[in-house]
Each structure stands twice: as C-alpha cells, then as structure tokens.
C-alpha cells in the first residue's frame, strides 16, 4: 500500500486530496502547513502538525500548500507539488502514463493542459484548435473561493472590492487575459463564477480530412447540448458537445469540466499509480 502525506490539509484543496486518496489503496497522513489552529483542530478532517520524524517510512508528499522549506530537507521519497502556483524549475507531470524513472519531483499542470490533450482521442481528423477558455476561480483553491466570495459581498455593499487575494477584479466582472506566449491560440478568460470551466473550440479538420466524433473514453460523457459552467462543476465526467459544420470541415467542440478534478485529482491519481 502506497504511505503518503499531504501537507497543507486543512485546505479545499488538500481535503479534497485526502478523501479521494483514502478511497484508494492508500495510507494516507493528513499534515498542516504549521502549528495548528482551533478551528483545524476540531474540525471534521483530523489534521496533525508537520514534522520531518512523521516524514519517515513515507514514500511520497503532496503539497497542496506551502510548508516550512526545513520539512523536505532529505526526505528521500518523491513530490509531487499541487499547489496553485507550484515550483516553476521542477519538471511537471506527464500528460499520460504513471510518474516517470528516475524522477524525484513533479509539478502539476492546469487542468485546461490535461483537457487539450483529450481532444485528438475525441475527434477524428483534427488540424488546427483554437478557442476560449473560461475559467472559475476554483483553481486558486481556497484563496479563489474566498476572494470571490469578499469581493462579492464587497460589491453587493456599494464598496471596491479588494484585490488582495484574488490579484485582480472578478465579482460579476469577466476578464480577458492575452494569451501567454506558446499557449498557442487559446484566450483565457476568468468569470465569475467559484467551480466549473469551459473550453469553447473552434477546430478545423487536416487536410484532406474530415471531422468525426469518437466514442467517449473513460470518464468522458458527450451530452446532448453545450454543458453549462454549473453542470460541469456537478458532474464527474468531462462533459463533451459537438457541433459540426455540414460539410465536416470545421466543428464546435464545447468541453466542461472541475479544474480541481481534471487538473489536481485525476492527475495525481494517475501518475500515483491508484487508477
């Protein structure tokens, strides 16, 4: 059995972890990023402080948030680092497959990563993608929950909300964001809206080729209609909607999913060899 600690459990993010590795074959150690407060102390994940003796016989951390950079001195196991904003220089997870050889650490990677790379197993014939991304601020975890949530509350009042947390304006604003460069031709932009993304695509068939849907592979769903936002966040499937144009040549193809499931959960999973 796999003996695991996820530092940093008392967070969405974190909790999240720990119950879905429970419900795998692991043993897993709930760890906080520090001392512990009340309210993590009696609450309903029994979380214990971090230090390295608890580390020992472990074969793997996960951080889902930031501990003391002491803790991992000489841990030999491996890390894998989930956080929002993980560890640039360390080489992030495979697209497909479980953690590489000879590899001590990995990074995760944000979900719209791991959707994009569905789509040739969904599309028959596809030649050039591009799109939109509209993305929740579920992927920032707590820290995007509750910026929401302040700002929300902020705006409702009459008053300026602050960007502290959130790093920008979202309560009831949508924000374009530039495509970084060598993210190809996909336009992020952040609604306000706590979980549930979408991928709008416009995809053009190769050529000499036309477009043909696949049968769905595992944990994808096509649906009748474009999902929405909400029934992306309720559903544990990646939700698929095609709409081909008639001569086959160019297509629709809308694509929702949970950022944490499809970005953190799935992927952790994967690579952990507990799926």
């Known amino acids: 059995?796999?003996?695991?600690?996820?530092?940093?459990?008392?967070?969405?993010?974190?909790?999240?972890?720990?119950?879905?590795?429970?419900?795998?074959?692991?043993?897993?150690?709930?760890?906080?990023?520090?001392?512990?407060?009340?309210?993590?102390?009696?609450?309903?994940?029994?979380?214990?402080?971090?230090?390295?003796?608890?580390?020992?016989?472990?074969?793997?951390?996960?951080?889902?948030?930031?501990?003391?950079?002491?803790?991992?001195e000489g841990f030999p196991g491996r890390i894998l680092d989930l956080r929002a904003e993980p560890e640039a220089r360390v080489e992030p997870m495979p697209l497909a497959g479980p953690w590489p050889k000879n590899v001590k650490a990995l990074r995760g990677r944000p979900a719209v990563e791991q959707v994009l790379a569905l789509v040739p197993s969904l599309l028959a014939g596809v030649g050039e993608v591009a799109g939109t991304h509209l993305r929740s601020v579920a992927w920032m975890g707590d820290r995007g929950l509750d910026g929401l949530v302040e700002q929300t509350l902020s705006v409702l009042n009459g008053e300026d909300p602050d960007l502290a947390k959130l790093g920008y304006r979202q309560a009831f604003e949508v924000v374009p964001v530039t495509p970084a460069a060598g993210k190809g031709r996909l336009m992020e932009v952040r609604v306000p809206s706590f979980h549930g993304d979408l991928l709008i695509l416009q995809v053009r068939s190769a050529e000499g080729k036309t477009l043909a849907k696949k049968e769905a592979p595992s944990a994808v769903k096509w649906v009748e209609t474009a999902p929405s936002s909400r029934e992306a966040a309720v559903s544990i499937d990646l939700l698929a909607h095609m709409d081909l144009s008639s001569d086959g040549k160019a297509a629709v193809l809308s694509l929702g999913f949970d950022p944490v499931l499809w970005g953190v959960l799935r992927p952790a999973m994967r690579v952990l060899g507990l799926m």
């Open 1 to 72: 059995m796999l003996k695991l600690a996820v530092i940093g459990a008392q967070s969405l993010l974190g909790r999240e972890l720990v119950n879905a590795l429970e419900a795998r074959e692991a043993s897993v150690l709930p760890l906080s990023t520090g001392p512990l407060t009340v309210e993590e102390e009696v609450g309903d994940l029994v979380v214990f402080a971090p230090s390295q003796l608890l580390l020992e016989g472990l074969d793997a951390v996960i951080l889902a948030d930031t501990p003391d950079p002491a803790l991992l």
